[in-house]
């Protein structure tokens, strides 16, 4: 339920933000999203105003006009805030951030993926890595990368509900099932 309010959202502020002539791009937008998603999980203070009911909304809209100024929040954007905090949705926010940027991704012709190796990759096969994926989905693919020495060799690929895992642990706990099915 509550992912899928922040789908809607999201949606919202990307009409807003795709019409042609906006004064704010979607880059823009998400950028501001993700500055003050940054500042609202590093200050529970902050995080607690929002989120209290025994705040006044006139109180959460001069704390948030206050935060936006320090970080240079564009006012569509301080409004869009405006309207999460009026609704109780302030507890939604990081879900309507990631909403926003997959969104965003998708009209880009974009895919992420989170990239687990068993070393540290350079930037040669980073990039040969990024061509491969590219190849596959058809898609540019942003790559996160992170290191896991379980995986013994090699390398796991997420791409949003698809897997391909090229690791030596992969493998062996195919082995190992396959074994398991012809005993």
């Not at 006009?65 to 240079?72: D, I, N, T, Y």
Request: with cysteine; net charge positive; aromatic share 4%.
């Amino acid at each position: 339920m509550s992912l899928a309010v922040a789908n809607q959202y999201a949606k919202a502020l990307m009409e807003v933000v795709a019409r042609p002539g906006a004064l704010l791009a979607p880059e823009a937008a998400l950028g501001q999203l993700e500055s003050f998603s940054e500042v609202l999980a590093g200050a529970p203070e902050l995080k607690s105003v929002m989120l209290s009911p025994a705040v006044s909304r006139d109180d959460k809209r001069r704390a948030l006009r206050r935060v936006g100024g320090l970080l240079g929040l564009d006012n569509l954007i301080l409004n869009f805030l405006d309207v999460i905090a009026t609704r109780r949705r302030v507890s939604l926010f990081a879900l309507i951030t990631a909403a926003f940027r997959a969104q965003l991704d998708e009209r880009n012709g974009v895919v992420r993926a989170q990239v687990a190796a068993a070393r540290g990759l350079d930037e040669a096969q980073k990039t040969e890595l990024a061509t491969a994926l590219a190849r596959v989905t058809g898609k540019q693919v942003l790559c996160d990368y992170t290191v896991d020495p379980s995986l013994v060799g090699g390398l796991s690929v997420k791409i949003g509900s698809t897997v391909y895992d090229g690791s030596v642990q992969g493998q062996l706990d195919g082995l190992r099932r396959r074994l398991a099915g012809t005993v």
